[in-house]
């Protein structure tokens, strides 16, 4: 099929996918179908024993039940495929990592510099949750085996096999397996994960989300209250303009990155804000670098992303995909745009046009919006285009992101003069820890 049209057709599909009006549809079908069976709020939470964000999910369950009148579901799932997980050790490493950085911040606790667990604790765990499921107790029981399996304490799980049991290894691998097959089924890959009504939450940081689903069909418990379990630390403003600055912001966006494309602008912002100084450091798409990207993890990030964006205030959803070819072209100009000082300016006019306009940048006609827009004469731009010499860069900005343990896009690192690394990060969503990172360090 040829690739401008799909190009063409792309933009109206997503628009649709994406809209709030559909959104608001697959609800209204979900409660009218849950109605109609006189079920309850049923929530499905889906929890890898050895994964930090379970370990963080597991602490609010508690509350969740308290406060919700829903049913909660639980189940075991296995670690994500290695398509859904290309880059392993990397993603294990840092899910600790991160688990011990955000904790604080959402009130929950998850050891600092903790390593792999060991792997009879984790089986150890494993069963008795798939005990603690059949007897009902894994709400109560789940954070707890957590607490225990990542601090190493063996006597504190055996206490609680003394009270839950332990299943044997057959059956959790039939609870196992059967959870995988129904998350499949749903449309997902992850674990912490949490499903309801044909949706997905991720863990602590879309709890909100869904705690807000849950409050606009009346299922908040007369007693609760209204405020949320959790919510992620809004912007706290501006830094004083005599604070001594001794560090860079870095940041690694991509052009082919939903999660950029709702970030970027807030990056940029940030580093205006806080008047510390901004390097770009852009690295090709995953896809383009060989890591695949499967459908149901596609399908995930755009929604998720659309509703991150709503509230972040960003536009997103009118998606005209910029793999290839597009992607190239716009960094074939990078290096002149930089030069010119408006490398950042075409960035985020590139990611706009792809992630929320629909603008084929695949053309010259789209292309030439996103460079005008960003303040730079299509005139000159078309001596530009299409020169080779930015790979190297952009592969050099690759392997700096794996230094810092990070391999996905939008990352930060905060570095010294010196060059190392203070502190460093991946993902949209962590933009409040990069802001109270750099509000601590330019505190008087």
């Known amino acids: 099929m040829d690739g401008g049209f799909v190009r063409r057709v792309s933009p109206l599909f997503t628009g649709l996918l994406t809209s709030p009006r559909t959104r608001d549809a697959r609800r209204w079908l979900a409660e009218r179908r849950r109605r109609l069976r006189s079920e309850p709020h049923r929530v499905h939470y889906f929890h890898q024993v050895d994964d930090p964000y379970g370990a963080l999910a597991a602490q609010v369950l508690p509350r969740l039940v308290e406060r919700y009148e829903i049913e909660l579901v639980p189940h075991l799932v296995n670690p994500p495929s290695d398509a ?81 049991g332990s299943a044997d290894a057959a059956e959790v691998r039939a609870r196992s397996a059967d959870g995988d097959a129904l998350r499949d089924r749903l449309g997902h890959y992850l674990g912490a994960m949490f499903h309801y009504g044909g949706e997905w939450y991720w863990g602590v940081d879309r709890l909100w989300h869904l705690e807000r689903r849950l ?43 939903p999660y950029t494309a709702i970030a970027i602008e807030r990056a940029l912002d940030l580093a205006r804000r806080y008047a510390v100084e901004l390097v770009l450091r852009p690295v090709l798409p995953m896809v383009m670098r060989g890591l695949p990207v499967p459908r149901a993890k596609q399908l995930y990030i755009a929604l998720d992303t659309k509703r991150e964006a709503e509230d972040a205030g960003v536009p997103f ?58 303040g730079l004469p299509w005139a000159q731009a078309i001596e530009h285009l299409d020169r080779e010499g930015w790979r190297d860069e952009l592969e050099a900005n690759r392997l700096a992101l794996f230094e810092l343990g990070l391999w996905g896009v939008p990352s930060f690192c905060l570095r010294a003069a010196t060059g190392e690394a203070l502190y460093s990060t991946w993902g949209q969503d962590r933009l409040f820890r990069v802001e109270q990172e750099i509000a601590a360090r330019l505190a008087p």
């Open 317 to 374: 959803g009118r998606i005209c995909d910029p793999v290839g070819r597009p992607v190239e072209r716009a960094f074939s100009l990078y290096p002149w745009a930089r030069e010119r000082g408006r490398a950042a300016e075409l960035l985020a006019s590139f990611a706009s046009a792809a992630f929320a306009e629909g603008i084929d940048t695949g053309s010259d006609t789209g292309l030439r919006r996103v460079v005008e827009r960003a």
């Open 215 to 257: 409050q606009s069909l009346g299922a908040l418990r007369a007693s609760a209250s209204a405020e949320p379990i959790l919510r992620r630390p809004a912007p706290q403003g501006r830094a004083s303009g005599s604070a001594r600055r001794t560090f860079a912001f870095e940041f690694y966006p991509s052009l082919r990155s």
């Open 84 to 164: 859904a997980a290309p880059e392993r050790t990397r993603l294990e490493a840092f899910s600790r990592r991160d688990a011990a950085d955000v904790a604080p911040a959402y009130g929950l606790a998850f050891p600092a510099g903790a390593s792999a667990p060991d792997p009879a604790l984790v089986a150890r765990a494993a069963a008795l949750l798939a005990s603690a499921i059949a007897a009902n107790a894994f709400t109560s029981a789940a954070a707890r085996a957590s607490s225990a399996l990542w601090s190493g304490d063996g006597l504190s799980l055996a206490a609680l096999e003394r009270e839950v």
